[in-house]
């Protein structure tokens, strides 16, 4: 009798034998190599699991029949980490002001016990998503580690972060009558430009970064809007900040 014609299905972590059967002579198989402990049979098929990359096994077929017998050995290896490929997509530039951005990462050949997690300054507790506001100013490195059976890739990204005014970056103080509104002057902003909303108020630039009310008393409030006018990713952007004269000044002196 002939040995019916087998397959094998490599995979990684695993290797599959199959033969088709005409149901009348069960073959006796052995395996000769291998996990042998994770090895499952069945008829017409014998799998393996738990393999190394690239590890090889071997299994024995016996056909016995009308007195006549016929043997063979099939050889297979499990896929090595080459099966594996890796392509990651994060953006390039974000602001500040974006909120969270999906961390990609496309793995292929992989099997569904395989792991992957973005790590680095602003990603989040999940691996997948990236904070620019967590990661602050200048260009955050993101690396992308992926493990299955026994094998591990990784690839290493950049995102620039570029910050956009906001209101957590203003700050004020005050003087004897007057109270400053400062901020940082980000690389992305051109020029700013403001309003109060108390047009009786008047309002000058100190500083590229600073603007002075005058002319207020103990317990004046200034509402200040600022724009910062961006060439950057952030683009113009707007603020809000709101301040008391808190400075007490003496009337002057009279005799």
Known sequence: PDLPQADCAPRLGSV?????????AALQVNALSGQTADSTSADGAVSFSGLFPGEEVAIER???QNGCSRTDTLVCAALPCSALSLTTFVPDTLCSLDGQASLIADVQGGT???NGQWAGTGVDSTGSLFDPRLAGAGAATLVYRYTDQGCTLTDTAWVMVETGLETAL???ESGPDYIDFTWPAL??????????????????????NQL??????TGDTAALTLQGLGIGWCGNTTATATCILDTFSCAPLQI
């Open 112 to 114: 569904p016990t395989g």
């Open 212 to 217: 002075r009310v005058a002319g207020l008393m």
């Open 62 to 64: 016996a056909l016995i």
């Open 187 to 208: 690389p992305q902003d051109t020029a700013y430009l403001f309003m109060l909303a108390d047009s009786t108020q008047t309002a000058a630039f100190t500083a590229t």
């Open 16 to 24: 599959l034998f199959t033969w088709a059967t005409d149901g009348e």
């Open 170 to 172: 203003i700050s004020c």
